[in-house]
T-cell receptor, first 112, second 110 residues
Framework: DGGITQSPKYLFRKEGQNVTLSCEQN?????MYWYRQDPGQGLRLIYY???????QKGDIAEGYSVSREKKESFPLTVTSAQKNPTAFYLC???????????FGPGTRLTVL | SQQGEEDPQALSIQEGENATMNCSYK?????LQWYRQNSGRGLVHLIL???NEREKHSGRLRVTLDTSKKSSSLLITASRAADTASYFC??????????WGAGTKLIIKP
């Protein structure tokens, strides 16, 4: 999991609440990504950021929001508009001129 | 659209045996990557193979790429209990973002 931390490890949310998942990296990587993983499935891209103060929607951005105010941080907010947010959320980074991604340990979000 | 599909979905073998899993895709690629995920953890990069490469090794791992058949295989030799994990292939799409398959769940029986 290297120099990428995600917190909390487990998160419980009541319906109608917004929650924010933290992702911090000390790899000095420009690119950061948020993925969602459902049981028995692959990763789906929510948002990504190639540079500070800029980010792009992925395949399933609806109901999520992000910010990239610092190179080291890429928090993900799961809003009440996300209809089925229970899932495992993974943050990843990639350095310049590399296709390899490095992953954090993940946050498991459960809606009560 | 680009998508990697792993086969088989699940594989259970005895410790010491070799494990082979495959990834097929639809459109031409610049590279293909394999990652491992232990249960409830983040993914770990294993190998990247470029379109002009046919085979690549890393320890007990061997990856092959057949661009004519649009497929890749990951071979784990002399499997160990610690190899129990899910294995994913990932391919770049037209925006250079990775598209992930659903993975092969590998169980190594002692």
């Amino acid at each position: 999991d290297g120099g990428i931390t995600q917190s909390p490890k487990y998160l419980f949310r009541k319906e109608g609440q917004n929650v924010t998942l933290s992702c911090e990296q000390n790899l000095n990587h420009d690119a950061m990504y948020w993925y969602r993983q459902d049981p028995g499935q692959g990763l789906r891209l929510i948002y990504y950021s190639q540079i500070v103060n800029d980010f792009q929607k992925g395949d399933i951005a609806e109901g999520y929001s992000v910010s990239r105010e610092k190179k080291e941080s890429f928090p993900l907010t799961v809003t009440s508009a996300q209809k089925n947010p229970t899932a495992f959320y993974l943050c990843a980074t990639a350095g310049p001129s590399t296709d390899t991604q490095y992953f954090g340990p993940g946050t498991r979000l459960t809606v009560l | 659209s680009q998508q990697g599909e792993e086969d088989p979905q699940a594989l259970s073998i005895q410790e010491g045996e070799n494990a082979t899993m495959n990834c097929s895709y639809k459109t031409s690629i610049n590279n293909l990557q394999w990652y491992r995920q232990n249960s409830g953890r983040g993914l770990v990069h294993l190998i990247l193979i470029r379109s002009n490469e046919r085979e690549k090794h890393s320890g007990r791992l061997r990856v092959t790429l057949d661009t004519s058949k649009k497929s890749s295989s990951l071979l784990i030799t002399a499997s160990r209990a610690a190899d129990t994990a899910s294995y994913f292939c990932a391919l770049p799409d037209s925006n250079y973002q990775l598209i992930w398959g659903a993975g092969t769940k590998l169980i190594i029986k002692p």
